[in-house]
């Protein structure tokens, strides 16, 4: 209602909703409703109920569109289609805020699971940055390593540095590289022979991302003990 306005003068807009979407009203109308329009609540709410009413109209069969436009040589128009027009208009506009409303709680829920997963680093934001994890001795054996992780969304590269110590001059063994994932399956991806006094470097692509991944270990080929582990993140 514009500032001002008195109970009469409003009701003189109450049925001038339906001509306005519909583009019935003469210019001075038009204009004249648009200004009350800009200050009335009730008038704005009704014409957004509304909105769908010239889709409604199009969607009319023959024989009701022949009704409407020329009554006379279609029958009676029935006194019940133009408010169950606007009824079906206005719970069409119902249903499409509902909608909206549901698509939009839907929306913020998938935000919430997907901050969840990338928090989890189950799902990657960008590139990962490489870094270093020290291997753990499960038993007792010669060798210190540490092992650099590149990740990779398909794939996973993995650089071990070995040392040996406390071993003959003349001794030699071979160990492997194995990589666990997270539902416990073991995959063996390298060996090399070892020697005294000499450090090594075996690098090997692990065929998986990095966050599917568990550990990494070395292993002793002959006895296939595993001698150390490393976590990956």
């Not at 499409?96 to 928090?119: D, E, Q």
Request: net charge positive.
């Amino acid at each position: 209602m514009t500032a001002g306005a008195t109970g009469t003068e409003q009701d003189r807009y109450l049925e001038w909703d339906g001509a306005y979407v519909l583009g019935a009203l003469s210019p001075s109308e038009r204009r004249e409703y648009e200004q009350h329009l800009a200050g009335c609540s009730v008038c704005q709410r009704a014409v957004s109920e509304l909105a769908g009413l010239p889709g409604l109209l199009a969607s009319l069969g023959p024989e009701d569109a022949a009704r409407l436009v020329a009554p006379e040589s279609a029958g009676e128009v029935p006194p019940t289609l133009g408010p169950t027009m606007l009824a079906r208009a206005r719970a069409r506009r119902r249903r499409t805020v509902a909608w909206i409303a549901s698509v939009a709680a839907g929306l913020a829920l998938l935000a919430g699971a997907l901050g969840v997963l990338i928090s989890r680093g189950v799902i990657p934001t960008g590139p990962q940055t490489p870094y270093r994890v020290a291997f753990s001795p499960v038993e007792r054996s010669t060798i210190t390593a540490v092992v650099d992780v590149t990740p990779g969304r398909d794939a996973t590269q993995l650089a071990v540095e070995c040392q040996y110590a406390g071993v003959s001059a003349g001794w030699s063994d071979e160990y492997a590289i194995w990589v666990t994932d997270r539902s416990g399956r073991a995959t063996e991806l390298k060996t090399w022979w070892a020697k005294p006094n000499k450090v090594m470097r075996p690098q090997v692509t692990a065929p998986e991302p990095t966050r599917r991944l568990d550990v990494v270990e070395i292993r002793s080929v002959a006895s296939g003990a595993t001698l150390l582990r490393a976590p990956l993140r």
